[in-house]
């Protein structure tokens, strides 16, 4: 299975991002392999539409599972049409959420917000 986590750095030792389209990383962990995989988020300068891109990208590498503090609705959209399952994250440790998902004790998200509109103008 593969779980996708907005980060701030490209280390499993950093944060979760709060902001899940504008995020500058996003970290892939393998559940099988239990190795990360980490890349850059192209989607974090757009002028618009950073949530949408960011969400495709996620499809895209065939994610499972996306653990994130928030999510806009056109996100969202993407991620739910895709069948991928999202889950709030609990405070910004990355590892913490993973063994927390792993243990069954995150809340799948469904306060989903309208979006930051016009954040990269």
Known sequence: MKIAIPVDEKNI???VCISFGRT???MIYDTDSKE???FDNEAASSPGGAGIKAAQSLVDRKIDVLLTPRCGGNAADVINGAN???YKTQGDSIKSNLEAYEAGKLNELTEIHEGMHNHGK
């Open 13 to 15: 030792e950093s944060k």
């Open 24 to 26: 500058p990383y996003y």
């Open 36 to 38: 990360a995989e980490f």
């Open 84 to 86: 991928i399952k999202m």
